[in-house]
């Protein structure tokens, strides 16, 4: 029985104290492998460290829309070069983030489409922020997605991380070939749509995730989360689709070999 938790922050400074006791605690859950995740060119370059340190920490980098006033050509330079590191599996975290317009909308927009233009020269999967930004961010990665037609890109193009959109979103990103990453919030006592969104999604396209340091699934809710956590969103996902809890670890952990290129998962999780 494997899990990948495919979204994390593990460079968070609120894993400054306890970050290898976190990573045991992933491993007696049975967590093979955690994705940390860059939001600017400082945790890039940790996450790229870290995935450098520990074998079963892989990275991604990227800049978040947070931070998309920071995209200038050295920045985007520097994101490339970090790029090149062994273990680095994606572009991202990128996208929208229309809730809090920490960076004006067009600079968001811009920063976006920058770094999808070199995730499809590096032939790395994206891994895509979206909040309160649902159409804007499918109309851009449509259009993206076109051009990726004869590239080896074009079968796992990317996963829309800890979604938070309808059922029709759902289609169009599943219709163009990216996964849905499930964190969290399923778990919610309160949560109405996404149960239903988790039941109808196929199951070779599923991912799960943490988003760890943050929304802890319950019970852990208002707590800092972390990667030993996943196995209570993939079990909340195996109970409402039904189906036996190893079945859904394996798939989604399978699914996460297929899109991130983790053929080494076993032998780096034991090193």
Known sequence: MRLVDTHAHLDSHKFEGDREAVLQRARTASVRGVVTVGTDLASSQRAVDLAAKEGMVYATVGMHP???????????????????APKVVAVGEIGLDFYRDLSPRDVQRRAFKAQLAWAAKLGKPVVIHDRDAHDDVMVILEDWVQGLENLPLADRPGVLHTFSGDWQMAQRALEIGFYISISGPVTYKNERRLPEIVRDLP?????????CPYLAPHPHRGKRNEPAHVRLVAERIASLRDLAYDELAEATTQNAIRLFGLEDLDSLAAA
């Open 66 to 84: 947070h931070r998309a006033k920071e995209l200038d050509g050295a920045a985007l330079a520097e994101l490339r070069r970090l790029a090149q």
């Open 203 to 211: 199951l070779d396209r599923i991912l799960v995730e943490t988003d």
